[in-house]
C-alpha cells in the first residue's frame, strides 16, 4: 500500500524559514516524480514544485521560485521542501503528491497524496 | 501560468446527471490531453479520479466520465448520490516551464 507521511510543519516569522518532508513507502519512490501541492485556508489547490524520479529536473511555481527548493533522497524514500523568505501569503497545507507513472503525466497527475502538515507564517 | 476557471459552486438533485466545467486555454487544456479531476471531501486529501481527459483509476465509480472539447474540460457525474457532495479541482498540464495548473474549485451540492 502506498503511504506517503507529510512533516515538519508549523508557526513561523515572516522571512523566516522552514523544510516539509515526505516519507514515502510502499512503491518504487524512485520510479516516480513527486510534487508539492499546497491549499491555503478554505481555498483551492495550488501546484508549488515538482521533481523528476532522480531527481535532476526541478520545476517551480512562479509564486515561491527562487524561495523554495524541492530535493529528494531516493536512498531514503524522502522527499524535501526547503522554505525560505516565508510570507503570510505561504501560509497552507502542504501535500506531497505521487505523480502518476510516465512522462509528462507525472507532473500533473497526482494519484497518491500525503495527509498534508499546516504551515502558518505569521508575526 | 493562470489557473484553470471553474465554476465556485454547482448544485444538482439525486438521481440527476450534472456537468462540471473546467476552461483553460491554448497553453494548457487546448494542447495537451493531459487534464485530471480530483475529488475532495472536507477534512480530507484530494481523491484522483480521473486522468488523462476521460480515464478512471481502478476503484473509482463508472458514474464519473471526463471528456474534452477545445480549451474546456469536463466531469459529468450521473446518478448523483448524496456522497457525491464535495470539492472538484480539475488540473491540466501546461508545458515544460510551470508544468501544472489547478482550476479554483467547484463546490458541488447535492440537494
Known amino acids: 500500500e502506498v503511504q506517503l507521511v507529510d512533516s515538519g510543519g508549523g508557526l513561523v516569522q515572516p522571512g523566516g524559514s522552514l523544510r516539509v518532508s515526505c516519507a514515502a513507502s510502499?512503491?518504487?519512490?524512485?520510479?516516480?516524480?513527486m510534487t508539492w501541492v499546497r491549499q491555503a485556508p478554505g481555498k483551492g489547490l495550488e501546484w508549488v514544485a515538482g521533481?523528476?524520479?532522480?531527481?535532476?529536473?526541478?520545476k517551480y511555481a512562479d509564486s515561491v521560485k527562487g524561495r523554495f527548493t524541492i530535493s529528494r533522497d531516493n536512498s531514503q524514500n524522502t522527499l524535501h521542501l526547503q522554505m525560505n523568505s516565508l510570507r503570510a501569503e505561504d501560509t497552507a497545507v502542504y501535500y506531497c503528491?505521487?505523480?502518476?507513472?510516465?512522462?509528462?503525466?507525472?507532473?500533473?497527475?497526482?494519484?497518491?497524496w500525503g495527509q498534508g502538515i499546516l504551515v502558518t507564517v505569521s508575526s | 501560468q493562470s489557473a484553470l476557471t471553474q465554476p465556485a459552486s454547482m448544485s444538482g438533485s439525486p438521481g440527476q446527471s450534472i456537468t462540471l466545467p473546467c476552461t483553460g486555454s491554448s497553453s494548457d487544456v487546448g494542447t495537451y490531453n493531459l487534464v485530471a479531476w480530483y475529488q475532495q471531501h472536507p477534512g480530507e486529501v484530494p481523491k484522483l479520479i480521473i486522468y488523462e481527459v476521460n480515464k478512471r483509476p481502478s476503484g473509482v465509480s463508472s458514474r464519473f466520465s471526463g471528456s474534452k472539447s477545445g480549451s474546456t474540460a469536463s466531469l459529468t457525474i450521473s446518478g448523483l448520490q448524496a456522497e457525491d457532495e464535495a470539492d472538484y479541482y480539475c488540473?491540466?498540464?501546461?508545458?515544460?516551464?510551470?508544468?501544472?495548473?489547478f482550476g479554483g474549485g467547484t463546490k458541488l451540492t447535492v440537494l
Open positions: 521533481i523528476s524520479d532522480g531527481g535532476g529536473g526541478t
Open positions: 488540473s491540466s498540464y501546461a508545458g515544460s516551464g510551470t508544468p501544472c495548473v
Open positions: 503528491a505521487k505523480g502518476w507513472i510516465g512522462y509528462p503525466s507525472g507532473w500533473c497527475h497526482f494519484d497518491s
Open positions: 510502499g512503491f518504487g519512490f524512485s520510479q516516480y516524480a
